[in-house]
Nanobody
Framework: QVQLVESGGGLVQAGGSLRLSCAAS????????AGWFRQSPGKEREFVAT????????SYADSVKGRFTISRDNAKNTVYLQMNSLNPGDTGVYYC?????????????????????WGQGTQVTVSS
């Protein structure tokens, strides 16, 4: 049974940093692309970042580019999201998800429908 478990969320002041982790079990995470999404109350789930199965390619939403870094350690079956210079607009529940390589790298990776398994989410709250 495939499971993705996020951790590392919490409460942080504006300008601070957090590092989220997403640990996968039940499958070899390195065989899949991975992504991070977030959702705030009253808003739709939005794309944050994605990383290719090998870890070589990454892409980010414009709102986090230059502040967030996605990475992975396939030996540990884990994907990370380093978040720096956080602001209140980054508040939300952060979800990791996996995307089959068959969907292609240059596809619309911001489309949550392309992701087949999701974690339960971890809350990030940034105070002003």
């Amino acid at each position: 049974q495939v499971q993705l478990v996020e951790s590392g969320g919490g409460l942080v002041q504006a300008g601070g940093s957090l590092r989220l982790s997403c640990a996968a079990s039940g499958s070899t995470f390195g065989n899949y692309h991975a992504g991070w999404f977030r959702q705030s109350p009253g808003k739709e789930r939005e794309f944050v970042a994605t990383i290719s199965s090998s870890g070589i390619s990454t892409s980010y939403a414009d709102s986090v580019k230059g502040r967030f870094t996605i990475s992975r350690d396939n030996a540990k079956n884990t994907v990370y999201l380093q978040m720096n210079s956080l602001n209140p607009g980054d508040t939300g529940v952060y979800y990791c998800a996996r995307r089959p390589r068959g969907t292609g790298w240059s596809t619309d990776y911001s489309n949550p429908d392309l992701y087949d398994y999701w974690g339960q989410g971890t809350q990030v709250t940034v105070s002003s």
